[in-house]
């Protein structure tokens, strides 16, 4: 099945600074999201995006599916950005449809 | 839009007892999903309906386990004769599934706990 790696595993930033977060993935892929998971747990959907570039606020994501990873950006960070970053991919061809494979995801802390 | 609800959020049971959580999905989305999370990992997919079909299993899901969506709206988990590693946070989602976007939203879960 298609293998998804996340790095870096862990990651300590200073409030206000920047941060890129990579996400790997084995084969083509027809879904990819990028998921915050907060610290009492739950899973906020951050981006939808197979393919190309998505902003919202701080936050900004790039797909290149053709050589199969995806960056997600965080500018500025806020104590509040702290928690679990996901990635998670849907095969693109003998996939099963709906079956989000997730990586092991970054734990990020930002310090005030 | 309320959001998925999950409940209950928490459960704990003893070994060989059968529990079952509940899922109310963002009332238009047609899909519907289980995923199942141990402490440092990703979710894990269990299964999957549209609609009323379910149309995805995981070898993950043992014959102890059975989902249902029997009207199309929410959803049950059932957990027949729990174990020890039945433990850990059962997480529902949704999605509306159109091309625009395929955004999956999630509730707060239930944390079950096997004795």
């Known amino acids: 099945g298609i293998q998804v790696e996340q790095s870096p595993p862990d990651l300590i930033l200073q409030e206000g600074a920047n941060s890129t977060l990579r996400c790997n993935f084995s084969?083509?892929?027809?879904?990819l999201q990028w998921f915050h998971q907060n610290p009492w747990g739950q899973l906020i959907n951050l981006f939808y995006?197979?393919?190309g570039t998505k902003q919202n606020g701080r936050l900004s994501a790039t797909t290149v599916a053709t050589e199969r990873y995806s960056l997600l950006y965080i500018s500025s960070s806020q104590t509040t950005d702290s928690g679990v970053y996901f990635c998670?991919?849907?095969?693109?061809?003998?996939?099963?449809?709906?079956?989000?494979?997730f990586g092991k995801g970054t734990k990020l802390s930002v310090k005030p | 839009d309320t959001g998925v609800s999950q409940d209950p959020r928490h459960k704990i049971t003893k070994r060989g007892q059968n529990v079952t959580f509940r899922c109310d999905p963002i009332?238009?989305?047609?899909?519907l999903y289980w995923y199942r999370q141990t402490l440092g990992q990703g979710p894990e997919f269990l299964t999957y309906?549209?609609?009323?079909?379910?149309?995805?299993k995981s070898r993950l899901l043992s014959d102890r386990f059975s989902a249902e969506r029997p009207k199309g709206s929410f959803s049950t988990l059932e957990i027949q004769r729990t174990e020890q590693g039945d433990s850990a946070m059962y997480l529902c989602?949704?999605?509306?599934?159109?091309?625009?976007?395929?955004?999956?939203?999630f509730g707060s879960g239930t944390q079950l706990s096997v004795l």
């Open positions: 989602a949704s999605s509306a599934r159109d091309r625009e976007s395929e955004k999956l939203f």
């Open positions: 084969d083509s892929v027809n879904n």
């Open positions: 995006i197979p393919s």
């Open positions: 998670a991919v849907e095969a693109g061809y003998g996939g099963s449809q709906g079956n989000l494979i």
């Open positions: 009332s238009e989305h047609n899909r």
């Open positions: 309906f549209q609609n009323e079909a379910q149309l995805e």
